[in-house]
């Protein structure tokens, strides 16, 4: 890997912005998209889109990240000065306790933990079963609701995760928060760094929405905005592979995803037959993955007046907690198909995937 990609990495996983909160990535990704592009655009949303035109006919091909990470929202604010919150995206609850946050508010950013129950006060072979994220109770320190509130602190304030990304022992391997979907990005900014010079068979269109992980929400601004024939969104999903089992979808190591079905998008067949040939043309690893949860995708396609779409990412462990791992060939293996296909998708193409 060479230094400017791990250098980008560290950047986009440990900023933090959940969603609502994206200001700190987006101002980031369009300095660091504009050079890349010949124009920039960005929606009332908040999604930045970065255009390489093509002087020639072909296709309006988008690639699309999404900017927020899983957090929290203050809620409510206890006499005792600890805070009760919401949640921003999807939280195992067993992964959230003894946590260190960022608490995000009008005066200042201030460390903020995730509270737990000691094991000195649990009854004997008591267990915590049934825990919800409205039961738990964030800490800052705060003697009271008055301090706190002194403090700048209010409900509707953001709360998010705060770790450092480390490169693992083999050096095959890396720990961080936000993969989900931070990836996506530092993706399309590799991607479009290859692409420099480059002299693509299509408009192309990269960029990220925002609000992907409360709904699906700014896709469908992103669509409507910049218009493109074809979509692709690109993002991380969940591993499902730490004991060896077999026939679990969702492998790391094992190449970059196509992602066939999830509950909100079913990938066109002609479609995904181009993909298949873009990866083994290109000897690019790949594997496929079924998923219970929806991508961007699932909105993009809705728009205008369909718009074939399709999710490409990778896989990896422990999403939605502050300690995600994954691979580094994984991400090479997605990076180089964003850029086949990119490469690849001309007239001619488009036309044999919309059965003209």
Same mark, same amino acid.
């Given at each position: 890997?060479? $230094?400017? #990609?791990?250098?980008?990495?560290?950047?986009y996983t440990q900023l933090q912005g959940t969603s609502g909160q994206?200001?700190?990535?987006?101002?980031?990704?369009?300095?660091?998209?504009?050079?890349?592009?010949?124009?920039?655009?960005?929606?009332?949303?908040? +999604?930045?889109?970065?255009?390489?035109?093509?002087?020639?006919?072909?296709?309006?091909?988008?690639?699309?990240?999404h900017m927020d990470e899983v957090g929290f929202m203050v809620k409510? %604010?206890?006499?005792?000065?600890?805070?009760?919150?919401?949640?921003?995206?999807?939280?195992?609850?067993?992964?959230?306790?003894?946590?260190?946050?960022?608490?995000?508010?009008?005066?200042?950013?201030?460390?903020?933990?995730?509270?737990?129950?000691?094991? =000195?006060?649990?009854?004997?072979?008591?267990?915590? #079963?049934?825990?919800?994220?409205?039961?738990?109770?964030? $800490?800052?320190?705060?003697?009271?609701?008055?301090? @706190?509130?002194?403090?700048?602190?209010?409900?509707?304030?953001?709360?998010v995760p705060d770790t450092q990304t480390t490169m693992l022992a083999?050096?095959?391997?890396?720990?961080?928060? @936000?993969?989900?979907?931070?990836?996506?990005?530092? #993706?399309?900014?590799?991607?479009?760094?290859?692409?420099?010079?480059? !002299?693509?068979?299509?408009?192309? %269109?990269?960029? !990220?929405?925002?609000?992907?992980?409360?709904?699906?929400?700014?896709?469908?601004?992103?669509?409507?905005?910049?218009?493109?024939?074809?979509?692709?969104?690109?993002?991380?999903?969940?591993?499902? *592979?730490?004991? +060896?089992?077999?026939? =679990?979808?969702?492998?790391? *190591?094992?190449?970059?995803?196509?992602?066939?079905?999830?509950?909100?998008?079913? #990938?066109?067949?002609?479609?995904?037959?181009?993909?298949?040939?873009?990866?083994?043309?290109?000897? %690019?690893?790949?594997?496929?993955?079924?998923?219970?949860?929806?991508?961007?995708?699932?909105?993009?396609?809705?728009?205008?007046? +369909?718009?074939?779409?399709?999710?490409?990412?990778?896989?990896?462990?422990?999403?939605?907690? =502050?300690?995600?791992?994954?691979?580094?060939?994984?991400?090479?293996?997605?990076? !180089?198909?964003?850029?086949? %296909?990119?490469?690849?998708?001309?007239?001619?193409?488009?036309?044999?995937?919309?059965?003209?």
């Amino acid at each position: 890997m060479e $230094d400017r #990609t791990w250098q980008r990495i560290q950047k986009y996983t440990q900023l933090q912005g959940t969603s609502g909160q994206e200001a700190n990535i987006a101002q980031a990704f369009r300095a660091d998209l504009t050079p890349l592009v010949d124009e920039v655009s960005q929606n009332g949303l908040g +999604g930045i889109f970065g255009v390489k035109n093509n002087q020639s006919t072909g296709p309006r091909v988008m690639f699309a990240a999404h900017m927020d990470e899983v957090g929290f929202m203050v809620k409510d %604010i206890l006499p005792a000065g600890t805070i009760q919150v919401v949640a921003l995206g999807g939280w195992n609850p067993l992964a959230v306790s003894s946590q260190r946050f960022s608490l995000f508010t009008k005066n200042g950013v201030y460390p903020i933990v995730s509270a737990s129950v000691s094991p =000195h006060l649990l009854a004997k072979d008591q267990a915590i #079963t049934g825990l919800k994220i409205e039961d738990m109770i964030f $800490d800052a320190g705060f003697v009271d609701r008055e301090e @706190a509130h002194e403090y700048g602190v209010r409900p509707g304030d953001f709360i998010v995760p705060d770790t450092q990304t480390t490169m693992l022992a083999n050096q095959k391997r890396v720990v961080s928060k @936000a993969w989900d979907n931070r990836f996506g990005l530092v #993706t399309l900014l590799e991607a479009l760094t290859q692409l420099q010079g480059v !002299a693509t068979p299509n408009t192309l %269109i990269m960029g !990220a929405n925002t609000q992907e992980e409360v709904g699906l929400r700014s896709a469908t601004a992103g669509v409507e905005q910049m218009r493109p024939d074809i979509y692709f969104a690109v993002d991380s999903s969940a591993a499902d *592979d730490n004991r +060896g089992a077999q026939g =679990h979808q969702g492998k790391l *190591d094992q190449g970059t995803l196509l992602r066939v079905y999830d509950p909100t998008l079913v #990938t066109p067949v002609r479609l995904k037959e181009f993909l298949l040939s873009v990866a083994e043309d290109n000897h %690019i690893p790949y594997q496929y993955f079924l998923s219970q949860g929806g991508t961007d995708a699932g909105a993009a396609q809705k728009a205008l007046q +369909g718009v074939p779409s399709v999710a490409l990412g990778v896989a990896s462990r422990y999403i939605h907690t =502050h300690e995600t791992v994954w691979s580094i060939a994984d991400f090479e293996a997605a990076q !180089a198909f964003v850029v086949a %296909i990119a490469k690849n998708l001309d007239q001619s193409n488009y036309e044999l995937i919309m059965g003209k």
